[in-house]
């Protein structure tokens, strides 16, 4: 009987030993485990929080920049035909370059397939020495307006062909493309919709 006491005892304490181990030990390292999984998706997401508040702070540094750019695509591409304002630009690009004469003819504006801008032929014509249509060209490229030359063409003309100190008139013609945001195609458009609601 006294022997098997030690065996009896040790046997008591490993199965104490187990049944502290899985009630006590296995739990906790369980949790270990689940807290050591959220403070590593805590970490991503602190990293990730972090990236995001370093391209905030970029774009923020980068605003006044991006503020200009839209302004100038702003008066480049503007969002009303508004043939006043352009023709103020081609006779001041005109007087600039001192041709002798210009027209401008505009034809009614184009909505574009994609539904984002619409576009506006015009015929241009100017007469004037070649040094004059040269620089006129040159004002028309840079005018604050985006404009795309699609055809040119000159020849002699002008009510002087020839002037008194022998240089020679030339006509030119231009068919140049005005861009507006505005896809309400038409004279005079505004903004907004083209549909017009039902009963108006």
Avoid at 74 to 83: C, K, R, Y
Avoid at 111 to 123: H, K, L, M
Wanted: negative net charge; glycine residues 6%; proline residues 8%.
């Amino acid at each position: 009987m006294n022997r098997r006491a030690p065996i009896i005892a040790g046997v008591a304490f490993a199965v104490v030993a187990v049944l502290a181990v899985v009630f006590l030990v296995l739990p906790k390292m369980r949790e270990v485990s689940s807290t050591q999984e959220q403070l590593a998706e805590a970490e991503n997401i602190q990293s990730g929080l972090r990236n995001q508040l370093a391209s905030l702070r970029e774009a923020e540094a980068q605003a006044p920049e991006v503020r200009r750019q839209i302004a100038q695509l702003a008066n480049q591409v503007p969002p009303t035909v508004d043939l006043p304002a352009l023709l103020r630009l081609l006779t001041q690009a005109a007087d600039g370059s001192a041709v002798d004469f210009l027209t401008v003819s505009p034809q009614n504006p184009i909505a574009d397939a994609s539904g984002q801008f619409s576009t506006v032929p015009a015929s241009i014509s100017v007469t004037g020495g070649y040094f004059a249509l040269d620089e006129f060209l040159f004002r028309l490229e840079t005018l604050p307006r985006a404009a795309k030359v699609l055809s040119i063409s000159v020849s002699p003309g002008g009510a002087t062909p020839i002037t008194p100190t022998g240089a020679v008139n030339l006509s030119m013609q231009l068919s140049v493309d005005f861009y507006t945001t505005d896809t309400s195609a038409g004279p005079g458009s505004q903004p907004g919709p083209t549909e017009t609601t039902a009963g108006a």
